[in-house]
């Protein structure tokens, strides 16, 4: 038994398996252009997603780092998932002493740079008890979220989609430049108080969701933060290549649109962040099979590319996770082993 790209049960023969496999794998390779799974790497998957326990598990001494987005989100009383009647403070301390996390991330329920700028100074109270009460480090998370800056969802600047339809494209481009120095003005602003209030790090969630000019901004963002603090710096993408919003942003000499998860670790890594979160999205239509081996041949390249850790991304609907709210541990827990196992990630 495994599941389609959405959860739902679904049952193969270990020969469709390993087919899956395969195809899933050629289709990541025939895209970037990078070697897919070897012969043994598929034989090596098949046999963790054909073990008879509902659950899996890596060897002992084989454990990786765990690290959060979402952070407190999960705890609280954000809706969408747990809902508890947690302050932040009690959300930290079920995530280090309860769960078991490595690191524990703080962030508000609107969970991108733009409305949290304007909390920046209740969230830095949060940040300064929190890190009276635990541990681990403690990270502020939030998306940048370029899109909020768009006329469309309350922004300053007209919306890219918008102008690009009356064939506007030189606009469309202009705005994004504006949107972007915002984006990044506003991440330097919000992560200095953070700093200030005691943070580890920041994590930067869904990275360049927005296409290139977001990751644009968040590389450039990320590079003054290291020479101004030196605060460790988390990037987890939102896709496993940067959409070409604009088309013609370069970063150090390499335009971002277009660009894979192994080329967006080298910026990454570059811009002097300390940790890179790959992701690849999951396709819905799809079996698990089928996406994780396409995950483990887009994030084998990754580890081999960039020298910084490497925390692959895999929640909801990425890197050969099923798209739900609540994860099927069956098919999580089997990601998770071949991810650490197959592509030698350093954290999840």
Sequence with gaps: MTRTGSGAPLRLTKEEIRSELEAGSNDAAEKAHIPGLTGDELDHVLEIMTEPTRIVSVDR?????MTRDGGVLKYTGCMRYAGLPLSKEQAVGIGERIVGLDTMELGHGDYSIKPCKALAFDEAHHMENAQMTSIIPLFYGAMPNLGTYYQSLGG???TPTDLLKEGKVRESREAQVHAAEDLERDIIYLAKIMYQSGADGFNFDTTAAAGDADFYATLNAIEQLKKETGLAVQVG????MILGMHCELS???????GLWPHQQGMLVEKAGASVFGPVVNTKTTKSVPWNLGRALAFVKV?????HIPIHCNMGMGVCGVPMNEVIP???VTRAAKAMVEIADIDGI
């Design 61 to 65: 001494g084989k454990e990786v780092v």
């Design 156 to 158: 300053p600047w007209p």
């Design 237 to 240: 993408m939102a896709g496993e």
């Design 251 to 257: 970063y150090e000499g390499t335009r971002l649109a």
């Design 302 to 306: 990754v580890t081999r590319a960039v």
């Design 329 to 331: 541990a069956d098919t």
